[in-house]
């Protein structure tokens, strides 16, 4: 029974009567036999939470508050624990009582830099105007596709280079499934030789430490920003006590980036027996893959291939792999944040130390990677580390996979020299500029990379170039602007994002952003009381969102002042 009667408690002479239902919002038995059917035989642990609340928004394109409470119930946690969940992460739509129902159809426009500046704004006008009230449009941060601005997604299909033609065209057909891939495919990459460098591990061929000290050769860093050293971090791992596990990281949410889904679209395999031969040198049994819920075409391919290999093991005693769906929010990409989602948390980032390769996922060592990371440690096996070291230009060595988007004539994952300048890199990758559009200034690593001006084109772009500057190159997300544009706009649009995406843990970030979005909306900036609250986010901020949200309004006082006058 899910409620029962009171009954009555004789103590004494006096009768006490006896709570068996909850306080607050009783199970609705409806509710609990949905909740019940959509879960199935899947497992109740704690931490397939979200994976469960994706299965509710998705079937009834919303949660409400009787779902939440059956959910939790059926898993055994506290309300409270489901509701901070499931209202921390934007694509769950939790419907509170008296809220109406959103539209069964949503259609979301990104407005961040890139698709800003490709007339974003006017999109969103227009879609709200012509679509009435059968559909809800949503603004929406960088979902992954800036080459291809301004993008909306239709459901879960995107529309690139979209306009209101375009997305009225889908939603007069219904197409709101992700668009089908056509990837190397499981059975291709083994024809090819795939998993062979992998085979060859497992077989002895390869010893540990000589596969270790290629990684180290190569100087391959790691690709999702802090540009750890692979080899290094494998070792500092694989001296951490077993069971250790891996968390791998694709939710790249920063503006600008999109290299990642760039590689997983055209040979996902690869980075596959990569993130296994990785398991192998460090001594990993289980893999966790955390995925950007944007990538829904992806997640739909790697669902299918991993099955595949599950089906059709290159080697024995196969790691377990699970593949696990981010819900929206940027923060994750921190990977203690990261980590906690993965367990079925809010996506908080995780006071140091203890650092996540000593007390990691379900506090295990844990080896978190970036997916470019291991993308490329095949080709370093297969090929020696002089694949890498053998490219390079300025005295850096290495390369680079650069997501350009923004005013030039070929935006897109251009494969790089380390050291690249910037305007070798427009002229050379790029195609140059559009024309009527003079280069004027570039964000060199996304939106928390901070701004460089055109004059600052001939820098080497490389981990530790751009730091005197003020900048990083980060996951080496460029977006480049025009004389069309202002960078004290592009700083706010920057500014704007962080404050969305704060997941409000501490004060000087959650309140600092908000704080400078507001002064920076105005028409004169209050230069020293910005450059007092920036020096309190990059102090006191607990993560690298903190840290980094000032760059771009610092840049702007630095290198722009004219816009500011």
Same mark, same amino acid.
């Given at each position: 029974?899910?409620?029962?009667?009171?009954?009555?408690?004789?103590?004494?002479?006096?009768?006490?009567?006896?709570?068996?239902?909850?306080?607050?919002?009783?199970?609705?038995?409806?509710?609990?036999?949905?909740?019940?059917?959509?879960?199935?035989?899947?497992?109740?642990?704690?931490?397939?939470?979200?994976?469960?609340?994706?299965?509710?928004?998705?079937?009834?394109?919303?949660?409400?508050?009787?779902?939440?409470?059956?959910?939790?119930?059926?898993?055994?946690?506290?309300?409270?624990?489901?509701?901070?969940?499931?209202?921390f992460y934007h694509h769950f739509d939790v419907i509170k009582e008296g809220?109406?129902?959103?539209?069964?159809?949503?259609?979301?426009?990104?407005?961040?830099?890139?698709?800003?500046?490709?007339?974003?704004?006017?999109?969103?006008?227009?879609?709200?105007?012509?679509?009435?009230?059968?559909?809800?449009?949503?603004?929406?941060?960088?979902?992954g596709r800036c080459d291809k601005a301004p993008v909306a997604v239709v459901?879960?299909?995107?529309?690139?280079?979209?306009?209101?033609?375009?997305?009225?065209?889908?939603?007069?057909?219904?197409?709101?499934?992700?668009?089908?891939?056509?990837?190397?495919?499981?059975?291709?990459?083994?024809?090819?030789?795939?998993?062979?460098?992998?085979?060859?591990?497992?077989?002895?061929?390869?010893?540990? %430490?000589?596969?270790?000290?290629? $990684?180290?050769?190569?100087?391959?860093?790691?690709?999702?920003?802090?540009?750890f050293p692979v080899g290094r971090k494998w070792r500092i791992v694989r001296?951490?006590?077993? #069971?250790?596990?891996?968390?791998?990281?694709?939710?790249?949410?920063?503006?600008?980036?999109?290299?990642?889904?760039?590689?997983?679209?055209?040979?996902?395999?690869?980075?596959?027996?990569?993130?296994?031969?990785?398991?192998?040198?460090?001594?990993?049994?289980?893999?966790?893959?955390?995925?950007?819920?944007?990538?829904?075409?992806?997640?739909?391919?790697?669902?299918?291939?991993?099955?595949?290999?599950?089906?059709?093991?290159?080697?024995?005693?196969?790691?377990?792999?699970?593949?696990?769906?981010?819900?929206?929010?940027?923060?994750?990409?921190?990977?203690?944040?990261?980590?906690?989602?993965?367990?079925?948390?809010?996506?908080?980032?995780?006071?140091?130390?203890?650092?996540?390769?000593?007390?990691?996922?379900?506090?295990?060592?844990?080896?978190?990677? %970036?997916?470019?990371?291991?993308?490329?440690?095949?080709?370093?096996?297969?090929?020696?580390?002089?694949?890498?070291?053998?490219?390079?230009?300025?005295?850096?060595?290495?390369?680079?996979?650069?997501?350009?988007?923004?005013?030039? %004539?070929?935006?897109?994952?251009?494969?790089?020299?380390?050291?690249?300048? $910037?305007?070798?890199?427009?002229?050379?990758?790029?195609?140059?500029?559009?024309?009527?559009?003079?280069?004027?200034?570039?964000?060199?690593?996304?939106?928390?990379?901070?701004?460089?001006?055109?004059?600052?084109?001939?820098?080497?772009?490389?981990?530790?170039?751009?730091?005197?500057?003020?900048?990083?190159?980060?996951?080496?997300?460029?977006?480049?602007?025009?004389?069309?544009?202002?960078?004290?706009?592009?700083?706010?649009?920057?500014?704007?994002?962080?404050?969305?995406?704060?997941?409000?843990?501490?004060?000087?970030?959650?309140?600092?952003?908000?704080?400078?979005?507001?002064?920076?909306?105005?028409?004169?900036?209050?230069?020293?009381?910005?450059?007092?609250?920036?020096?309190?986010?990059?102090?006191?901020?607990?993560?690298?969102?903190?840290?980094?949200?000032?760059? #771009?309004?610092?840049?702007?006082?630095?290198?722009?002042?004219?816009?500011?006058?």
């Amino acid at each position: 029974m899910i409620d029962q009667p009171i009954s009555a408690q004789k103590t004494g002479k006096k009768t006490k009567l006896a709570r068996i239902t909850s306080k607050g919002r009783q199970i609705n038995p409806k509710a609990l036999a949905e909740v019940r059917q959509l879960l199935g035989d899947a497992s109740r642990q704690k931490d397939l939470l979200i994976e469960h609340l994706h299965k509710i928004q998705d079937f009834y394109k919303h949660i409400s508050a009787n779902h939440l409470v059956a959910l939790a119930y059926e898993m055994k946690l506290s309300r409270a624990e489901v509701y901070e969940v499931a209202t921390f992460y934007h694509h769950f739509d939790v419907i509170k009582e008296g809220d109406a129902i959103p539209a069964d159809l949503t259609v979301r426009v990104c407005d961040s830099m890139s698709c800003g500046m490709a007339g974003a704004e006017d999109l969103v006008s227009s879609l709200e105007s012509a679509m009435g009230e059968k559909v809800r449009v949503q603004r929406v941060p960088c979902i992954g596709r800036c080459d291809k601005a301004p993008v909306a997604v239709v459901g879960m299909h995107p529309v690139e280079f979209a306009d209101v033609q375009k997305v009225d065209e889908l939603v007069e057909k219904g197409v709101t499934e992700p668009e089908t891939l056509a990837p190397i495919l499981f059975e291709q990459y083994l024809a090819n030789g795939g998993y062979t460098i992998y085979q060859q591990c497992i077989a002895g061929q390869h010893d540990v %430490n000589n596969v270790l000290d290629m $990684m180290d050769d190569s100087g391959l860093r790691g690709l999702g920003g802090a540009g750890f050293p692979v080899g290094r971090k494998w070792r500092i791992v694989r001296d951490q006590p077993a #069971p250790r596990l891996m968390a791998v990281n694709i939710d790249e949410g920063e503006p600008g980036t999109f290299k990642d889904k760039y590689y997983l679209d055209r040979d996902p395999h690869c980075f596959l027996e990569g993130m296994l031969i990785a398991a192998w040198a460090v001594g990993i049994d289980e893999i966790y893959i955390y995925l950007r819920d944007e990538y829904a075409a992806i997640r739909v391919m790697l669902e299918q291939e991993l099955a595949k290999l599950r089906a059709h093991p290159p080697v024995q005693n196969l790691p377990t792999i699970y593949l696990r769906r981010g819900a929206g929010a940027y923060i994750c990409g921190e990977e203690s944040a990261m980590i906690e989602s993965i367990e079925g948390k809010r996506g908080m980032p995780r006071l140091r130390p203890p650092f996540v390769a000593q007390v990691g996922l379900f506090g295990r060592p844990t080896l978190e990677h %970036n997916m470019e990371s291991l993308y490329w440690v095949r080709d370093i096996l297969e090929k020696g580390p002089q694949c890498f070291t053998d490219h390079g230009r300025h005295g850096r060595k290495g390369l680079r996979s650069f997501s350009v988007s923004g005013r030039v %004539n070929k935006p897109g994952v251009h494969l790089a020299p380390a050291g690249i300048t $910037m305007r070798e890199l427009i002229d050379e990758y790029c195609g140059g500029m559009l024309e009527g559009h003079e280069f004027y200034g570039y964000f060199p690593g996304g939106a928390s990379g901070g701004i460089l001006p055109a004059s600052l084109g001939d820098i080497p772009l490389d981990f530790d170039t751009l730091n005197e500057y003020g900048c990083f190159i980060g996951s080496a997300a460029v977006i480049v602007f025009s004389d069309k544009d202002r960078a004290r706009d592009l700083a706010v649009n920057a500014m704007h994002f962080f404050e969305d995406e704060s997941c409000g843990q501490c004060t000087p970030c959650r309140v600092g952003t908000a704080k400078a979005v507001t002064l920076m909306k105005q028409a004169k900036w209050d230069e020293p009381l910005l450059e007092e609250l920036s020096q309190v986010m990059v102090d006191a901020s607990i993560c690298g969102l903190g840290q980094a949200a000032p760059n #771009p309004l610092r840049c702007v006082v630095k290198y722009f002042p004219e816009e500011l006058k």
